[in-house]
């Protein structure tokens, strides 16, 4: 028995990365850009809808307090800097092109929008369009400002409350006329990052596909060049939530280059973003040697690398991708003078499953710690266990974990092994 597990000991040891076939995709965003589409690396499309059918966007997540503003579809949006909410009633635009507080999108977060993008640091309860309070749970809000529409029309805006999941805000004419207040429940959209609204036509509008489902989207956005252009419209990709992205530049060959450990993966929403492409001699080029790497929620890396941009005329990103998996029962650290065998079984597992850890050491030490933390560095399980002479089979009770890639730490004074286990 010893035997046979040493041999799966070195098979574990020795496993490489395997790659699955590499497809070439088009993501088409329309004519003129018209689109924003949600895509999935493993179920390619998601979801499509034009661009320009909203004004604000709310953060629809359990914590969540961003709004945003449709910057691509031409909505400007300033702080009044003349009054804070009790000055409502005497809002006026007069000089409001010399006013200093015109607010914008974060590029690199979904979770910092125009609204509370430029909220005071040093407050930990500002949350820029209003402030919470840690004994109600409560934002109100505190702050009035002008939005200019798409089509060219001004109103005064309010975020009146965040409260018991619930928004709460107002907007009239600037001269007060046609008020209007209105709500959004985010336990209505718990499966998306953002509900938008239309302020020009007094609409909620649910648009985009739920966050689990997708992992880039397709889109125009307002990216920061330079202190001169502090906001200028882009077409490029932003990636998801909990999503992290690697550039890799210069490499030697785009089609063949696979190695992600060489890069830092990075969670700013616009790493892989537009300057991917460049316009020289009246057409669109690719950067060359350029790849990216993607690592998923569930810890799978895909590789992208773009071939092709049609430009305004249809809007399409032409792309390759190519998923690398690497074995779920890979050994990250190990020290062969002391183990014998180390194998986690069954993995992948299910989250109803009783997963074995099956070890035999070289050492007389009695105790081991076993870590499980996942992919954010958290740990979610901790268990002791004893190491006797022959071979070891301890149960690790895992019903408590979602699903996704984890990391299992076994460790001594003598030994610090890693391996990946899967709950699917």
């Known amino acids: 028995m010893k035997k046979t597990l040493l041999s799966l000991h070195w098979l574990l040891i020795n496993t490489t990365i395997l790659y699955s076939q590499a497809i070439r995709d088009t993501v088409s965003i329309g004519a003129g850009y018209a689109n924003q589409v949600w895509y999935s690396l493993e179920n390619n499309e998601q979801g499509s809808a034009p661009k320009n059918n909203w004004d604000l966007a709310f953060d629809v997540s359990a914590y969540g307090s ?160 330079s202190s001169t252009f502090p906001a200028y419209t882009v077409t490029g990709v932003l990636h998801n939530k909990g999503i992290k992205a690697a550039k890799a530049h210069p490499v030697p060959d785009s089609s063949t280059y696979t190695n992600y450990s060489a890069h830092t993966f990075k969670t700013a929403i616009n790493t892989i973003g537009y300057d991917w492409k460049y316009f020289a001699g009246g057409t669109f080029r690719i950067e060359d040697s350029t790849v990216y790497f993607i690592r998923r929620t569930n810890g799978d890396i895909w590789k992208l690398y773009f071939v092709g941009f049609g430009g305004s005329a249809n809007g399409n990103s032409i792309f390759v991708k190519q998923k690398l998996n690497t074995s779920t029962t890979s050994i990250i650290k190990d020290d062969l003078t002391t183990v014998s065998s180390f194998a986690l079984y069954p993995n992948p597992a299910s989250s109803s499953e009783k997963v074995n850890l099956i070890y035999d050491l070289n050492i007389s030490a009695n105790n081991i710690d076993v870590f499980i933390n996942d992919l954010s560095g958290n740990l979610v399980h901790q268990q002791k266990l004893l190491n006797t002479s022959d071979l070891n089979v301890y149960q690790l009770e895992l019903t408590n974990l979602s699903k996704g890639m984890y990391i299992v730490t076994f460790r001594n004074q003598d030994i610090s092994l890693q391996q990946k286990l899967i709950i699917h």
């Open 66 to 225: 961003s709004i945003s503003i449709n910057s691509v579809n031409g909505v400007n949006l300033w702080l009044y800097p003349h009054g804070n909410a009790t000055a409502w009633s005497s809002v006026d635009t007069s000089g409001y092109t010399s006013w200093n507080t015109k607010r914008w999108n974060s590029d690199t977060s979904w979770t910092y929008g125009a609204f509370d993008r430029y909220r005071n640091t040093s407050n930990p309860f500002d949350l820029g369009w209003g402030i919470y309070s840690p004994t109600t749970h409560v934002v109100t809000g505190d702050s009035i400002y002008i939005i200019k529409l798409a089509n060219g029309q001004f109103r005064k805006l309010m975020i009146q409350s965040l409260a018991s999941g619930t928004y709460t805000f107002k907007y009239a004419n600037i001269d007060g006329s046609n008020e209007q207040t209105t709500t959004i429940t985010k336990s209505a959209y718990s499966t998306k990052n953002l509900v938008y609204y239309s302020i020009q036509n007094n609409t909620i509008i649910d648009r985009e596909p739920a966050s689990a489902n997708w992992d880039l989207c397709f889109t125009q956005y307002s990216a920061y060049l």
